[in-house]
């Protein structure tokens, strides 16, 4: 690992250390509970009857064979939930596209949108049985006409997947006179990108249990990210939002897929209607099958520029496919919208951006929301634009890069360091002397690629964060925070964060998390925002309490406030003489300081934008760049990465071992996503439901990636740092379209990179491509 | 999923396997390393009534080498062909075959006889066997029969196997002096099933040329395909690559692929040429090793 530390502003003892996270090691030894591992008396086990058909009215459902089988408690349709839908805000530009567009219905009420949506639950004493009763629940179909194509589902005339219409959101960027701009380019580049539909295939599929609680509360031991759900549960059962609680435990991968809900409803619906423990695991097949997945994207770009490389124009058309239900997807699109210009300066700047409803799988957040899509369309032009004007790819992007205090083409100033030329520069000089093919029917290259990631919501969501931290009697440290542990880390760095301010060892700070009806809220563990968010709470909250621990501290050791210290679990003078940190404790029991306190934290709010004319849409951005280098087989068409550089600025990395698992795993996903991945969708049927037939990468698929912290201090999470969650998985397919072209000349434009794609690229194959490749 | 419940029969003897097949006729079946049967029981694409496991059969398990034949039992595991355990080091081509198999995990489980009766058209052994020119042996209730590999694979995981018959075990002739060997696959990630193999057998006369080949590929149809024009043409030419390469060039492949989530058939027939000059020229290479 390579890392830049700037100085910083003040000396820091934990945070910047590579401590081993808190739960890696239970983990590793198998002693994490997680959400399927719980277990009750009595528990029953929850299954799901999933529609066949992609687009079909259902003629009848007959549950009574499968609720009479000995062992099934609860067999339930829609008319047995007391609200079947979700509403999700969906914000849309154009009055064409409606607020209340989002409605998700949890169980089919007399059609069904894709292959795989829930029909029925059923809880049994058995998952034996509990199968058993989902196969003897009769349906009748009748299959309908459906679309299964954005394009198609926007042409009149195409059935309709919801009564609305088929456009779902739509957002538009207007900067400068794009039409003029591209008149007095010296070069054009016009080129139509596509990216797949992927899923998140993460270790642990959609698991939890539910039981209503000795005081009634309907409490939900789910994997999520988002344990606020339970507002939704309360919604569909019409019971107040104080009687559903929702715990999760530690996470065995989210990356998105557990943003929305999954198993807590129907769990919710089962518990309370059999007043009994309801396990539901989701088997593998059925994540794959029907959990919302990656956005599909066409990506038409315009680019005009100057004949010394500078960018003068982009003209961007996006079109989205949102499967069957909205979900997040207007928000997804807006990400891709404010992002689809890249880290650079665009003068003259359109994006037009569509997302459409079709009866294919629904589609939601994942692992770079939006914003990663958009990196195969600006980092492919870039590096066509270098490679037409004979310039290195490295100068083209630096000539060009955002700097602080610029504004992107949406109109938001940006206010802290974009590094984008420090992180390409060292991230291609870091895959150093170029190998030699192994054979002579192999050629090797390599890629660049940079990209710009937004951190913490959208500012017009007004998010916050609150985070209780509190010094027990003996000194030890306790901090609660509403915070899903989804794996990368999150309850460990605010431990190091407290550590820090209070001045006590790591191992000193116990962290309770993700209990919402016991942790203080601190908002969703998505968006890159958790260390942003719940890291500045946990600061502020340590911080005051340390402010009024010192007070005290100080009248014991007769020094002067403002000059003694918290180290190693006592309270120290300039003089070197010290209290420990219980009998403080002690001392402010007996004066009655709070020895605890909540800390808040409020991202910087703003309203609604019309993003034609232009503001403030995030709070801020990270920014980096992946260099790859490959080698192709120019007689299958095989790619191999050999080496892989990825580098960002995370403007303080609070745990750098944290901090490199981010952006190595996210470079995994990256490459995943441009080599291998594809959820295959035929007519609506998915026909990658396995592991077997979506390829995910393995250790043995994949070079060593490098990783490159640069530390720029300049971010607005604690300590300056930015958030690293999301970003590294937007460079790698990009940087490895850029190196094919390097190795053979060939440009390829539609993700995974199959070997097929490029073989047909080499002109290897003589028959034209079939429909879908 | 937890598969649909059956039945499950451990017999201690070939006697009584074969017998109690007999007996559950089609809602039976064997159960050997499970690599292939369990998932597709848990999935629950199969939903026999009984299960009969044959793992207690020793009689299965034996390698033996008889003049210029090997013969490797029913119940010989992945892991140890790869390894070329005893006498199975005679046999190079299937030890570089199976070291493709899946993982090291599947390897250790999973067996020569399991997987010759599933016929999966990309698995490896199948079409290593037929580039062998093997014999499958297999016992019934009606008594034992030795099936030409050619004829045992009948169709997509479909075979000459009855249902009350069991694969006892493979007879494969031995490689003789001058000769090589090849396995050249082409998969999407490490350890997958092969989307296009090509398992190549060369021998030399003493003059270097070709004097018998060999050539079947994986992946290129319902069951694994000899390209019989190909290894014809070959007879009796100093098999350069260049030469191999125009070979395989005029030669249609006699091959029928399928389109799937994985390549197109116009991808895997691209592919079924590169391989198969790829293990052509391999395999020669090696006989040439040998020495006049
Ligand atoms: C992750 C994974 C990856 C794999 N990758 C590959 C690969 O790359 N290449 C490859 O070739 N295979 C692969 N396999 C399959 C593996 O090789 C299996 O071991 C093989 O296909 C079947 O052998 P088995 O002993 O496991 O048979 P089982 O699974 O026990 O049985 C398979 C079938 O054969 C029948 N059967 C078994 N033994 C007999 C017998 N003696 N007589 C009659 N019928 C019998 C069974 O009834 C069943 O229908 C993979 C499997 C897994 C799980």
């Not at chain 1, 569509?354 to 994942?366: E, G, I, K, L």
């Not at chain 1, 600025?649 to 952006?663: F, K, L, T, W, Y």
């Not at chain 2, 292939?36 to 009689?59: K, W």
């Not at chain 2, 040429?273 to 040439?288: D, F, K, N």
């Amino acid at each position: 690992m390579a890392r830049e530390a700037t100085p910083a502003t003040e000396p820091l003892r934990v945070v910047g250390r590579a401590i081993p996270r808190h739960d890696a090691r239970d983990k590793v030894e198998a002693r994490t509970l997680y959400a399927a591992d719980w277990q009750m008396p009595g528990m029953l086990h929850g299954a799901v009857l999933r529609s066949a058909y992609p687009s079909a009215r259902i003629r009848r459902l007959d549950v009574s064979r499968a609720a009479a089988l000995p062992g099934v408690a609860a067999v339930l349709t829609a008319r047995d939930v007391p609200r079947n839908v979700l509403w999700t805000d969906v914000p849309g530009q154009t009055s064409e596209v409606g607020p209340l567009r989002a409605r998700l219905v949890l169980l089919a009420d007399g059609v069904v949108r894709y292959q795989g949506e829930p029909v029925a639950l059923v809880a049994a004493e058995t998952p034996e049985v509990a199968q058993r009763a989902v196969e003897a629940i009769d349906v009748e179909y009748e299959p309908l006409p459906g679309v299964f194509d954005p394009a198609a589902a926007l042409a009149p005339g195409a059935p309709r997947v919801h009564e609305e219409g088929n456009l779902l959101a739509r957002w538009q960027i207007r900067c400068g006179d794009v039409e003029r701009a591209l008149e007095r380019a010296d070069v054009v580049i016009d080129t139509t990108y596509r990216c797949q539909m992927v899923d998140h295939a993460y270790l642990e599929p959609e698991a939890g249990v539910a039981w209503v609680d000795a005081d009634g509360v309907l409490t939900i031991r789910a994997s999520t990210q988002v344990i606020e759900h339970f507002r939704d549960v309360a919604e569909v059962l019409g019971v107040p939002h104080n009687r559903v609680r929702v715990i999760a435990p530690y996470v065995g991968g989210g990356f998105g897929g557990k943003e929305d809900v999954t198993v807590e409803v129907f769990l919710g619906l089962l518990a309370w209607r059999t007043r009994r423990p309801v396990r539901m695991v989701w088997s593998r097949q059925e994540s794959l099958l029907a959990r919302a997945k990656r956005h599909p994207f066409v990506l038409r770009y315009r680019t005009g520029a100057a004949r010394d490389g500078t960018l003068v124009a982009q003209r961007i058309e996006l079109l989205g496919d949102a499967g069957a239900y909205a979900y997040l997807s207007a928000l997804v699109l807006l990400y891709a919208t404010v992002t689809a210009c890249g880290p650079y300066r665009v003068p003259n700047a359109e994006v037009q951006a569509r997302v459409a409803y079709t009866n294919n799988p629904p589609t939601s957040a994942m692992r770079g929301f939006g914003a990663m899509q958009m990196v195969l369309g600006y980092e492919s032009q870039m590096d066509q634009l270098a490679r037409r004007l004979g310039l290195d790819p490295v100068e083209v992007r630096a000539r060009n890069a955002l700097h602080k205090g610029d504004r992107l083409p949406v109109g938001q100033q940006i206010e802290t360091r974009v590094a984008v030329i420090e992180a390409a520069r060292r991230a291609w000089a870091g895959l150093g002397p170029r190998v030699a093919p192994r054979t002579p029917h192999h050629r090797v290259g390599r890629g660049l690629a940079c990209n710009i990631q937004p951190y913490g919501r959208i500012v017009w969501l007004h998010d916050w964060a609150s985070a209780w931290v509190g010094i027990e009697m003996d000194g030890s440290v306790v901090v609660r925070a509403g915070v899903p542990d989804i794996g990368g880390g999150q309850a460990s760095a605010l431990c190091q964060i407290a550590s820090e301010v209070l001045g006590v060892e790591p191992a000193q700070v116990a962290i309770h998390i993700a209990d919402s009806a016991l942790t203080p809220l601190a908002g969703t563990t998505t968006a890159t925002r958790q260390l942003y968010m719940s890291g500045n709470a946990v600061l502020a909250a340590a911080r005051e309490l340390r402010a009024r621990v010192l007070e005290v501290a100080a009248r014991l050791l007769e020094a002067p406030p403002g000059r003694v210290e918290l180290r190693e679990g006592a309270a120290v003078a300039p003089d070197g003489r010290r209290v420990a940190l219980a009998q403080v404790m002690k001392e402010c029991a007996r004066l009655g300081v709070p020895r605890s306190h909540l800390g808040v934290y409020h991202a910087p709010a703003g309203d609604p934008v019309d993003l034609a004319r232009g503001g403030r849409v995030f709070p801020d951005y990270t920014f980096g760049a992946h260099a790859v280098e490959v080698e192709v087989d120019t007689e299958t068409g095989a790619v191999a990465v050999l080496r892989h550089v990825a580098c960002h600025d995370v403007g303080r990395a609070i745990n750098p071992q944290s901090v490199e698992g981010q952006i190595q795993g996210g470079a995994a996903m990256g490459l995943g996503y441009g080599l291998l991945e594809e959820v295959v969708v035929e007519a609506g049927v998915n026909l990658t439901t396995s592991l077997g037939t979506y390829l995910v990468p393995t250790a043995l698929d994949l070079p060593d990636v490098e990783p490159v912290i640069l530390e720029s201090g300049d971010g607005k999470g604690p300590f300056g740092a930015r958030g690293i969650g999301e970003p590294p998985v937007g460079p790698p397919a990009a940087a490895v379209a850029n190196a094919i072209e390097d190795a053979t000349g060939v440009r390829i434009t539609e993700l995974p990179i199959t070997p097929e794609r490029v073989a047909r690229a080499l002109g290897l194959l003589e028959s034209p491509a079939p429909g879908r490749a | 999923m937890p598969a649909v419940p059956f039945d499950y029969h451990a017999p201690a003897t070939l006697a009584e396997a074969v017998s109690l097949l007999g007996s559950l006729g089609e809602d039976a079946k064997p159960l050997a390393g499970g690599q292939s049967l369990l998932p597709l029981l848990t999935l629950r694409l199969v939903r026999p009534r009984a299960v009969v496991d044959l793992h207690r059969l020793d009689e299965l398990r034996a390698v033996r080498r008889d003049g210029g034949t090997l013969e490797v039992g029913a119940l010989v595991r992945h892991r140890a062909l790869e390894r070329g355990e005893g006498p199975l080091v005679l046999c190079p081509l299937l030890q570089e075959a199976a070291a493709l198999i899946g993982n090291v995990r599947v390897r250790a489980l999973g067996t020569i006889g399991g997987s010759l009766a599933h016929a999966d058209p990309a698995a490896e052994l199948p079409a290593a066997v037929r580039a062998l020119d093997g014999t499958i042996l297999v016992q019934g209730a009606a008594g034992a029969r030795a099936i030409p590999a050619e004829e045992f694979f009948a169709g997509l995981l479909t075979t000459a196997l009855r249902p009350d018959e069991l694969l006892t075990a493979v007879r494969l002739p031995l490689p003789g002096p001058r000769t090589g060997h090849a396995v050249e696959e082409f998969s999407r990630r490490a350890g997958d099933f092969a989307i296009v193999a090509a398992f190549a057998v060369v021998q030399l006369d003493a003059a270097g040329r070709v004097a018998a080949a060999r050539v079947a590929l994986a992946g290129c149809g319902p069951t694994p395909r000899r390209l019989d024009a190909v290894e014809r043409a070959l007879v009796g030419l100093a098999p350069s690559e260049e030469e191999i390469r125009r070979v395989v060039a005029h030669r249609p492949l006699e091959i029928e692929p399928d389109s799937d989530v994985h390549a197109s058939a116009a991808y895997r027939r691209h592919l079924a040429g590169v391989l198969t000059v790829r293990a052509l020229a391999r395999a020669a290479a090696g006989a040439r090793a040998f020495g006049p």
